[in-house]
Nanobody, 118 residues
Framework: QVQLVESGGGLVQAGGSLRLSCAASGSIFSINAMGWYRQAPGKQRELVADITSGGNTNYADSVKGRFTISRGNAKNTVYLQMNSLKPEDTAVYYC????????????WGQGTLVTVSS
């Protein structure tokens, strides 16, 4: 059974920083792309950033220059360094990963809440 477990959310003042982590575990043959989405109250879930197994990254325009996505050396972890946080970054952040555990499908974490106060 494959699991994604996120950590690192919390409450921070505007202008502050947080680092989110997500670790994949279970019966995993390989992991392709990993990424972070977020969903604010009353809004649709949106892509924040993603990263391929080769290290290519993609960011939403709203976070470019402030957020950095990276993967751990073991390649089963993904991080999101969030700097210069704004109140509009407040959302539940979800990790996802395209994992081959016999066949490839997208897995999602349970979400971690990030609250940015003004």
């Amino acid at each position: 059974q494959v699991q994604l477990v996120e950590s690192g959310g919390g409450l921070v003042q505007a202008g502050g920083s947080l680092r989110l982590s997500c670790a994949a575990s279970g019966s995993i043959f390989s992991i392709n792309a990993m990424g972070w989405y977020r969903q604010a109250p009353g809004k649709q879930r949106e892509l924040v950033a993603d990263i391929t197994s080769g290290g290519n990254t993609n960011y939403a325009d709203s976070v470019k220059g402030r957020f950095t996505i990276s993967r751990g050396n073991a390649k089963n972890t993904v991080y999101l360094q969030m700097n210069s946080l704004k109140p509009e970054d407040t959302a539940v952040y979800y990790c996802n990963a395209d994992i081959n555990s016999g066949y490839t499908r997208r897995y999602w974490g349970q979400g971690t809440l990030v609250t940015v106060s003004s």
